[in-house]
């Protein structure tokens, strides 16, 4: 098994599971705010299911976007694309990953130093639990980190010409 084999695989896997727990926090979600519901109409409205619902949906915008890079269902512009050969697409595709590489670099450059100032000061959100702040920042480190490696695998797929779908490659 090659290792740019095992590196797309690896990061598909992660990816996918990461994709997993994102889909049962919007399950909690749902949950989360039905149960509001119900206690608002039984005149008993809690304090927590909003800022909790809120969370969860940032974690869940992070943890799947790269397994919708995987699973090639980014927003894409069909009518300039499918006027292109092959090979100037496959040209496009790779620089928009290229980019896409480059701008999460940034953001996650950017996030890492926020959430050690989030930690260094102890700050907390303004609510009533009072949640350290860095739990919520460091959904973007992660997400863009997700993203990254999921941008590598692509390239590494693009430039072989290779899905990497089949084990015995």
Known sequence: ??????????ADRVNRYAAIVAAWAFVAIGFFVAYEVV???LGLPTT?????SQIAQIWCIYL???YVLQTHHMITVDIIGDR????LRKALDLFALLVITGFSSI??????KEVRFSLKLGVNTDTILALPIWSIQISLSIGFALLILQALA???K???????NDPSQ
């Open 64 to 66: 799947g976007a790269a």
């Open 84 to 87: 292109f050969s092959q090979k």
């Open 107 to 112: 953001v996650l450059f950017q996030n890492i």
């Open 154 to 156: 692509e390239m590494v």
């Open 158 to 164: 693009n430039l072989s010409g290779n899905s990497f």
């Open 1 to 10: 098994m090659s290792l740019l084999y095992r590196f797309v695989s690896f």
């Open 39 to 41: 206690m608002r109409k």
């Open 48 to 52: 927590w299911t909003e800022e909790v």
